[in-house]
């Protein structure tokens, strides 16, 4: 199955493309063009890696490359909704490892699994930069901070029910 | 002396405090490079900028105006501005704090920057994790661009500025100034060999400076108050560590944040003045002053600079909870200031366990290109691995120092040091509590620290 970007996101392809110096920018959009495409379905597939090959130039064992360096591009599916719990010292002190546990007990799964209904993705993270407001977890695109576990259960309730 | 100051933070808070009519109104937004660019020319405003004495905020502490100043022309090739906004060392959490409240000083410090070091663009490269900072930068340059403060003539002054948001996807090495070259250039966040530096060869092989995002959020007040006046803010100026400074502070006090002060604030004004003390009434066991390379420091430890020399001689003897955090002054320590957050750990904490947390980061993160720190971040955890597991020997607790001592220089860029400081941190200062593990008199005493390495 090939892949190709919505009209809406190709066009935000080429305003990003005008960002670099021209003999420099079909290279420089890799990172950008990846997360449109990811931001589409949700991970990098064989397919993605063929397509921003070809739309930009470049060797598809570059992309691959670029894709299996960067820990947030996804070299598989992943849930609906993904969500990190930062698990470094500052949070640690702050208790992300209760936060942490009390997610695998809620969800049922570990940390890096998916839930059966392809609803969750439970991922742990290095430092999110928000260790005064610790701990914290990122849903998706969005910060939680400074939270309690009733603020937690309060989060996959929501996430549980859409 | 703890001086307080809102010079950078004046909007933090406000209703809508990230928009340009507040910035304006609040902090005498883009007056700064107006004047900049219209009443001076580049090499006065790098001139002008040297006597800011502005300590670079990344860490590595480079004055921000001689940095400015290796900036050359080149006959055929264009400059560029870098701000490093990758901010993801453990325990920093300021920089996040402007591109989200205050993003407007950054775009107007990019303005400024550009000016001085003749380059035309910007790029600001923020991780990919923090989208309401993207979101509020990207807001930020629309809003400037529609007044004609950016674009083919700011402020009618023909010398165009443009500046972009580009953001990586989720690697520590990207914070380090050559790999996020690669990274914005759309290759492996691999770090390159110095020289050549990225004033000589930087993005798409120009000349480049990179700043990290608050060294260029604080240009507009340091031109604002005057340099030399800003840099006289600072309790420390005669050190060349001026001006005004985001601090921050973390793990066990009452009120972790990121607070304004004049440079010079000292570690226990920090913890006790603005983070409100230990939580819970404890006693202060450890802090790592500024970011989790930066190696640790035990409550109790007195400053032992004998030499007349040493910027920390006027505190010979006393606590080191009293040097005022600088740049030069924690070096002497035998520290870094570093990202000047501080990691604050209370009495009961397991600093094992603590490095243990660390090791894992540190192996996760290293970008695999040097063996000695692919393989030796690994080899580190695993030994940490097995002392909180009750199975390190004597003889593996001592390879430790060997391992970090020979990652120490044998690498392409400071990661390799960022890892083997604070693991000969931990175990010089805390040498009693590993051997305890080693002889089965201690083990996962707070594994709450222990959540397993990120996936």
Redesign the interface.
Known sequence: MTFALTPERERELVEILARYPTEHSKMAACIPALHLCQDQIGWCSDEVVTFVASRLDLPAAHVKGVVTFYSLFNQRPVGKHQLWVCRTLPCALRGAGEVLAHCEKRLGIKAGETTADGAITLRTAECLASCSTAPMIQVDKVYHENLSLPQVDTILDRLQKG | MLKQTNYLTKVYGLPDGWTLPVYERESHGYEAARRALTTMSPADVVTEAKKANLRGRGGAGFPMGVKWSFMKPHAKK?AYLVINAD???????K??TLMERNPHAVVEGCIIGCYAIGAHVA?IYV??????SKERLWQAIREAKEKGFLGQTPFGKDYAVDV?V???????ICGEETSMLN????????PRLKPPFPAQSGA?GCPTTVNNLETIAAVPTAFLLGCEDFSKLSAIHTLNDGGVRLF?????VNK???YECAVGLTLRELIYDLGGGITGGKALFAV?PGG?STPVLRAEETVNAPDEKSPAHPWHGKSVLDVPLGVDTFRSLGTMLGTC?A?V?AEG?DPVA?FH??MQ?YR??S?GQCTPCREGSGWLSRIADKLLAGTCSMQELDSLYDIASNIMGNTICAFGEGTAMPALGFLKKFRGEFEAYVRGERSGRD?????????
């Open positions: 264009p901010e993801g060392e453990p325990g920093t959490h920089d996040r790029y991780r990919d994790e923090l989208h309401l972009f580009h953001t990586g996807a989720g690697a520590y990274s914005l250039e759309g290759r492996r966040g691999e798409f921050g502070v973390n793990g066990h972790p944040g990121v790592i989790s957050c990691t750990m904490t603590a947390n660390l980061f996760h993160e970008c594994a709450r620290l222990n959540i397993g390495s990120a996936v």
